[in-house]
């Protein structure tokens, strides 16, 4: 019996594993949520704390303001927990939300913090778990 291999579909291999591989990995922001404020002034107040242990960009402005009478809505930091075990996301410079946070326990800094990723080929690289099916 003789096998047969399709030279078109082995050439376009490298094509769909690179399109494939994760370079478009997502914040799983599942479970975080985030405060919203009047002022960048009010945002940066409220978190101090976490601004003065290095969460960098913690406050966002809204693009359009368009549920506040036309007034620009600032968001605070992605937050996810409780008082005894917090973790915060703030922004990269683009708006996007950053993958490098911060780790709080009973409201004391423990160290940095890594978000959970979903990749567009539904592995999912986490801190958490150390990796699972994110289907």
Same mark, same amino acid.
């Given at each position: 019996?003789?096998?047969?291999?399709?030279? /078109?579909?082995?050439?376009? &291999? /490298?094509?769909?594993?690179?399109?494939?591989?994760?370079? @478009?990995?997502?914040? @799983?922001?599942?479970?975080?949520?985030?405060?919203? %404020?009047?002022?960048?002034?009010?945002?940066?107040?409220? !978190?101090? *704390?976490?601004?003065?242990?290095? &969460?960098?960009?913690?406050?966002?402005?809204?693009?359009?303001?368009?549920?506040?009478?036309?007034?620009?809505?600032? %968001?605070?930091?992605?937050?996810?927990?409780?008082?005894?075990?917090?973790?915060? &996301?703030? !922004?990269?410079?683009?708006?996007?939300? @950053?993958?490098?946070? &911060?780790? %709080?326990?009973?409201?004391?800094? *423990? +160290?940095?913090? *890594? #978000?959970?990723? *979903?990749?567009?080929? +539904?592995? #999912?690289?986490?801190?958490?778990?150390? +990796?699972?099916?994110?289907?």
């Amino acid at each position: 019996m003789k096998k047969q291999f399709h030279l /078109p579909l082995l050439t376009s &291999l /490298p094509l769909l594993m690179t399109a494939c591989a994760g370079s @478009d990995n997502r914040i @799983d922001l599942t479970g975080y949520q985030r405060n919203t %404020f009047s002022s960048e002034a009010e945002c940066r107040a409220y !978190y101090g *704390v976490q601004i003065e242990r290095g &969460l960098t960009n913690p406050c966002q402005r809204s693009g359009s303001g368009g549920g506040n009478g036309g007034r620009a809505v600032y %968001f605070g930091p992605y937050y996810s927990g409780t008082f005894t075990n917090t973790t915060y &996301l703030g !922004y990269r410079r683009t708006g996007e939300v @950053d993958s490098s946070g &911060l780790r %709080f326990k009973n409201g004391t800094y *423990v +160290g940095s913090y *890594v #978000a959970p990723t *979903v990749s567009r080929g +539904g592995f #999912a690289r986490s801190s958490r778990s150390g +990796g699972s099916f994110g289907g």
